[in-house]
């Protein structure tokens, strides 16, 4: 005889070395992964996106850092604006280290007849490359290229500026007084990114070629950089720490900006990581949308295995055993969709660096991130037990009395509420993980927020279809009457269908009009309003002579003329900048030196909200104005001090007004402006504006800039349609990668939809095989489906429309502060797109189903 | 203990919602003693299916009491419910119902893994073994014939060593052959353990095998025989 069952079973098996959910789980998956494509689509999509991103993103970051010290050309840097370093302050330099100089500024590089370009100057002494190499065609020693021979410097220049000016090496150009000889064309320098985003291209001369200038007057805008190499026994990290503080004890004057190795670009490690964030929450929006897949299968799942659970539980399985058995095993294929997404999201930055890391301009060091890996696993894993737990939880209640009976329609109850339990939790999760590991938290609180609206909305959207399909009256033709109650019958493909279309419609609309206010604010409102040309490093004792040239050359145009320098600031109400925690959309402005000026009267375009502006020979403790969303983002008010360093001297200003600035103008303005009398006596050049009323003009513009680099060799002329073109370039290498993740988001509701249409083929097979029994054509049947896709197509670009526009005005007007116009074309063929798709992919699928012969399915209906 | 296996007292029981409700088990009362074999017969809809999955606790009637193995069955929560079902009952279906993605051993095993027995498999082999199927223990079901596939659930059915044995048409999807086997494969295996059988049939062959055959009509019990053979 056999044994007896225990009267209480151990609660753990001790024989077996699997628990007994994992073990039926594994049998049950012998089964294989049928039907599961498009749930493995879903979470490996997702989560190669949200991998990829933050990998790509920290093997940028690795490579900055593995890269500081030849990005920087040195172990620390010091950088001062205006001034070149004292006496004193070289010679603690020289005690720290071997000690290499650099000078940076813009000019323009006149060529005679073939005109003149706007240049990056960069000035190197005999150390200079100190770290890396630099690159030229031909090859030769620096120091032999730059020398001076037979009466010119010579210099090595960008291949751009070749191009631009119709030149070729050996030829002469002039920079200010000075003349030079273009030696060798710019391949590659090592220290190119720590110069940041430059408007023209490179001009590498000697020191001594840019004193023959004579544009390092005071005041004008040259940034001197020291770079010190610490010897090897004394460049641990800690000694930089040390070498900066001890910088800072002995000149707390000096103004300068210090980087070590370590942190060689801050600005640009902080955009990666901003620029990541975003990316990641599209990508996290492409997981989202996949939950819906995630639900549609295992909605499925449960359906097929409805015989499997019932005699589970016949033969005494409770029914939380049964659904943690089968969430055992969708937890178990996730992972099998979460291992794949990682294993495409780690390799990105190893093909990226393989397949473009020479044409990058920044450095990568591919890496494999862990904790960024493990982010986005447990994004996955989070994303398919919130979607997974409501439909499975259903497998809790399926009735035995199945096996003994049909069950036509299967009763479809809310899930228990320890199931509803799991999917709130798991959700709260899945937002606290999304929002902590943000950047910005408040973008990622109104993406969670646009989220849940936009799965609730889509979920009333698809009710609403129902109950309206259900409540019009019945069409007496049978082909409508087949599609009107196609739409609200139950396990009708409205709900999946709905939701995971319009979320598609509504990322394309979104998209489309963020895509095209940024063009038609970038192209086309900001010429007409915006001035034709900058012109800076005007020297002071030159201003009214300028001013006149500039009127006797554009009689028409509207110029404006302000003085300008550099400054940095120092602290805030007695608190050093570098311990102020501002918000993140103003902490640019405590990022290195700003532009600063000073005037007797309110600037044009600005309005004062707080606060008097000062009265006219004020003569004072010296007042500044400050633009007011970045006071408020300071935590400034009117009456308190700063402190800002110009010309390496500590200056105490009290805040006396606040103002509102129109920055769209593109006109002259600053986020700091203070009282004459700051600055008195103090050198400095000036900045001026020409404005047309009629807008750009090449030929007109070709003959100022002419005119204006022969008169006035030192003043740098900068055409805002070439500024903005470079900008515009720039914008759209963003777009692109915008567009690329996104793309990922759209490839997931295409995969769900796709999913969600396979799904229904079941029911319309049935349909089709009774239907054609009866004597309705293909013809009907397809005209019946096309109605029904189209009806849910129409309704739901309709909402995508809508829904998708509003967000695109909160990201125009909020986001990106910018002024919003209903620019519907692009996104009206976007949403007509993906109607048509969608009602494409439904009838590719039809079609086959209307293609089989009824008999083989009659006899197994 | 007591010496009935099942009791039955004034049992109602409807299905479906709204003006779709059917009454179908209307104030039965019964019982069946350990060890006896019992018929239940009647035309379709009569409710014998309805009334075998009561005494499986596999419904909950509106009204009544059913008592099974001792245990007042309508007091128990879902979950001892389907611990005891697992324990005290097992059930042989028309459609067989193994677990498709499991071989014929751990179909048999399954039960018994369940209620947390150490030595499941050595048991199952043994099921098996008695029910004529030592050589197919690693077969799925597809690679099954019809009647093999109903040893093995009866294999499954009886290898927690039930007190009580339902099945329902076990016979119902299986030649005239294969059924004749099963049925003595049936009766003998309750015999050797002593269970009590509970089946529902059409077929007045194996109804008269039974000790006693219910007859039920729309839902009331119509008629209560002992077979003369008894």
């Known amino acids: 005889m056999h044994g007896t069952i225990p009267a209480n079973p151990p609660s753990k098996p001790r024989r077996f070395a699997l628990p007994l959910v994992l073990r039926l789980a594994l049998r049950e998956l012998r089964g294989g992964l049928k039907g599961f494509g498009v749930f493995l689509g879903c979470i490996a999509l997702g989560v190669a996106a949200i991998s990829g991103v933050s990998s790509i993103s920290r093997s940028l970051t690795e490579g900055l850092g593995k890269e500081g010290r030849k990005i920087l050309g040195g172990d620390v840097t010091f950088s001062l604006i205006h001034r070149e370093a004292g006496e004193a302050e070289r010679a603690f330099f020289v005690s720290q280290g071997r000690v290499s100089s650099m000078a940076t500024m813009r000019a323009m590089a006149i060529a005679g007849e073939k005109g003149s370009g706007l240049v990056e100057v960069k000035a190197v002494d005999a150390a200079y490359p100190t770290v890396g190499d630099l690159v030229t065609e031909p090859a030769a020693p620096v120091a032999d290229l730059l020398a001076e021979r037979s009466g010119a410097f010579g210099a090595i220049v960008d291949s751009a500026l070749l191009i631009r000016l119709d030149l070729k090496v050996g030829d002469r150009v002039t920079v200010g007084a000075a003349t030079f000889e273009i030696r060798a064309s710019l391949v590659s320098e090592p220290d190119k990114v720590a110069g940041g985003v430059g408007f023209g291209p490179r001009f590498l001369v000697s020191q001594d070629g840019l004193r023959a200038t004579g544009l390092l007057q005071p005041g004008s805008l040259v940034r001197w950089t020291y770079r010190l190499q610490l010897p090897p026994e004394r460049a641990g990290n800690a000694d930089l720490e040390r070498v900066a503080a001890a910088a800072n004890a002995a000149f707390p004057e000096a103004g300068w900006e210090i980087r070590s190795r370590v942190n060689a670009d801050p600005r640009f490690a902080r955009n990666i990581e901003r620029f990541s964030q975003f990316l990641t929450l599209v990508g996290l929006t492409a997981l989202l949308v996949g939950g819906v897949g995630v639900a549609n299968a295992v909605r499925g799942f449960v359906d097929r295995k409805r015989a499997s659970i019932a005699t589970l539980k016949s033969l005494g399985a409770p029914g939380g055993q049964v659904v943690a058995l089968y969430l055992v095993q969708v937890l178990l294929i996730a992972v099998v969709g979460i291992l794949i997404g990682l294993c495409v999201g780690a390799a990105l930055p190893f093909l990226v660096a393989g397949l473009f890391g020479s044409l990058l301009p920044i450095p990568i060091a591919p890496t494999l991130a862990p904790a960024e890996l493990a982010l986005a696993a447990l994004y996955g894993a989070l994303t398919a037990l919130a979607f997974a737990i409501a439909p499975l939880g259903r497998a809790h209640d399926v009735p035995v009395s199945g096996l003994f009976r049909d069950q036509v329609d299967p009763e479809r109850r809310f899930p228990r509420g320890r199931y509803l339990g799991i999917l709130t939790v798991s959700i709260a999760v899945l937002v606290t993980v999304a929002v902590a590991a943000a950047y910005d938290r408040r973008i990622a609180t109104i993406f969670v927020g646009a989220a849940v609206f936009a799965f609730a909305l889509l979920r009333v959207l698809a009710g609403g279809v129902m109950a309206l399909a259900k409540r019009l009256p019945r069409p007496r033709r049978a082909t409508p009457r087949l599609a009107l109650a196609n739409l609200h019958r139950p396990g009708a493909l409205t709900p999946s269908l709905v939701l995971s279309l319009g979320l598609g419609i509504t990322l394309l609309v979104t998209l489309a009009v963020v895509d095209a206010n940024l063009t038609r604010t970038l192209t086309r409102t900001l010429p007409e309003r915006a001035p034709s040309f900058f012109f800076l490093d005007i020297p002071n004792a030159e201003a009214a002579r300028f001013d006149a040239h500039l009127q006797a050359i554009a009689p028409d145009a509207k110029i404006e003329r302000v003085p300008m320098m550099r400054g940095r600031l120092v602290s805030l109400k007695g608190v050093p900048v570098g311990e102020i925690k501002a918000s993140e959309q103003v902490a640019w402005v405590l990022d290195g030196d700003r532009g600063i000026t000073y005037t007797e009267y309110l600037p044009e375009g600005s309005t004062v909200v707080a606060g008097q502006w000062w009265p006219e020979n004020y003569n004072g403790k010296p007042l500044v104005s400050f633009e007011e969303k970045i006071a408020e983002g300071l935590g400034l008010k009117v009456g308190d001090d700063i402190v800002v360093n110009v010309l390496g001297r500590n200056i105490t200003a009290m805040v006396a007004s606040l103002r509102t600035v129109e920055w769209r103008t593109l006109g002259i303005n600053f986020v700091m402006v203070f009282s004459p009398n700051t600055f008195a006596g103090a050198p400095h050049t000036h900045l001026a504006t020409v404005t047309f009323p009629n807008g750009a003009d090449g030929a007109r513009d070709a003959a100022i800039l002419r005119e204006t680099a022969k008169a006035f060799p030192a003043v740098t002329s900068l055409r805002v349609k070439e500024a903005l073109d470079a900008f515009n370039d720039i914008v759209a290498q963003l777009v692109m990668a915008i567009r690329g993740a996104s793309s990922i988001a759209l490839l997931a509701s295409l995969l769900v939809l796709a999913g969600a249409l396979a799904a229904g083929h079941r029911a319309r097979l049935y349909d089709a095989v009774i239907l054609k029994t009866l004597g309705a054509t293909r013809a009907r049947l397809l005209s019946a489906y096309a109605l029904e896709y189209g009806a849910l197509g129409l309704a739901t670009a309709v909402f995508g429309l809508i829904a998708g526009t509003l967000s695109a005005w909160y990201i125009v007007t909020r986001v990106m502060n910018m002024g919003f116009s209903a620019e519907l074309s692009g996104a009206v063929v976007a949403a007509a797109l993906a109607v048509v798709v969608a009602i494409g992919l439904g009838l590719a699928g039809t079609w086959r189903i209307l293609s089989q012969k009824p008999a083989p399915y009659l006899r197994n209906l | ?230």
């Open chain 2, 1 to 230: 203990m007591t010496d009935k296996a099942i009791a039955l007292e004034n049992l109602h029981l409807s299905l479906g919602r709204g003006p779709a409700r059917v009454h179908i088990l209307k104030g039965i009362s019964l019982s069946i003693a350990r060890g006896e074999a019992v018929g239940l017969v009647g035309p379709s809809g009569s409710g014998k299916s309805t009334l075998l999955m009561t005494m499986a606790g596999l419904e909950r009637p509106d009204s009544g009491r059913v008592v099974v193995d001792g245990a007042d069955i309508g007091r128990l929560d879902e979950d001892a419910l389907a611990r005891f079902r697992g324990r005290r009952i097992g059930i042989v279906f028309q459609s067989f119902h193994l677990v498709p993605t499991m071989t014929a051993l751990e179909n048999v095993a399954l039960p018994l893994e369940l209620a947390g027995a150490e030595d499941a498999f050595e048991r199952a082999e043994a099921e098996l073994a008695a029910v004529g199927l030592a050589g197919r223990l690693s077969h799925y079901p597809a690679q099954l014939s019809g009647g093999e596939q109903q040893r093995v659930a009866i294999a499954r059915a009886i290898a927690p060593n039930p007190a009580i044995l339902v099945a329902d048409e076990p016979t119902g999807n299986l030649d005239e052959t294969t059924g004749e086997s099963i049925v003595d494969l049936l009766f003998a295996l309750k015999r050797d353990r002593g269970s009590t059988l509970v089946l529902v049939t059409h077929d007045p062959t194996l109804a008269a095998r039974c000790d006693r055959t219910l007859r039920l009509h729309l839902g009331h019990l119509e008629s209560d025989a002992h077979s003369v053979a008894a």
